[in-house]
């Protein structure tokens, strides 16, 4: 059965800088560090529009109410050894082909063109990433990279809906700030559900010699609005 995606809701420019950024960073592995900022977290969330106010709270409830051992050991068995909960987003589109590497390149040629540089052996399409380069460095590119993989996004979401994860209303919280699929995302995303990515094994080499390097990527320290 087909999970529907949320429908868009209307959001101004600061509220889609926080929704995303608050999105990027509840991605994050569940650390001292972003256990620390829950309460910024809960008061930037606050005021957004409900379609990303309440996933966004539930994620946070769920942080407030699990063990950090829990929650690290969870997130671990979610996004690293599941392949359709991948956080990459090119690996949706191209699996570990030839082609993903151009794609990656589009990613860092977005930032770069923004005056950030994540350096050679950091993998741009971190989703958490490309979040917080939308929220603080380019919108209209930031958004347009989401968009470009929202069929991938959307697998994503399904993935972690279906495996009851904590973190499926992330991406919730993202779809709402996204156009509905429609068309060809949507003959893309049933693709996906029926084959999963391609899964031709050629390496990341075109990207560049360390881009198989696949750990945690991170953009400078973000910073959620201050608090009223």
């Known amino acids: 059965m087909r999970i529907r995606a949320p429908k868009t809701a209307g959001f101004g420019d600061t509220e889609l800088a926080t929704a995303w950024q608050a999105a ?13 900022r829950r309460p910024l977290l809960r008061r930037a969330v606050a005021d957004l529009p409900e379609r990303a106010a309440e996933p966004l709270g539930r994620v946070l409830d769920h942080l407030d109410a699990t063990p950090p051992g829990d929650l ?9 050894y599941r392949k359709r909960c991948c956080l990459y987003l090119t690996y949706y589109a ?13 990613f860092k040629q977005a930032y770069q063109a923004a005056g950030l540089d994540l350096g050679d052996g950091e993998l741009p399409d971190h989703l958490a990433v490309v979040l917080e380069f939308a929220a603080t460095a380019d919108p209209a590119q930031g958004r347009r990279l989401l968009i470009e993989h929202r069929a991938g996004l959307e697998l994503l979401r399904i993935s972690l809906t279906e495996a009851g994860s904590p973190w499926a209303p992330v991406l919730d919280a993202v779809s709402a700030t996204l156009p509905p699929l429609t068309g060809r995302n949507e003959d893309v ?8 990515p391609p899964d031709e094994t ?3 080499a075109p990207y560049g010699a360390d881009a198989g390097v696949m750990g945690p990527v991170l953009l400078p320290d973000p910073v959620v609005g201050a608090p009223s």
């Open 72 to 80: 690290a050991a969870e997130y671990v068995a979610t996004f690293d």
């Open 189 to 196: 995303l049933a693709r996906l559900i029926a084959e999963g």
């Open 24 to 36: 990027s960073l509840l991605l994050g592995y569940p650390d001292e560090e972003l256990l620390a």
């Open 202 to 204: 050629v390496g990341l």
């Open 94 to 106: 191209y699996g570990d082909t030839r082609k993903r590497g151009m794609a990656l390149l589009r």
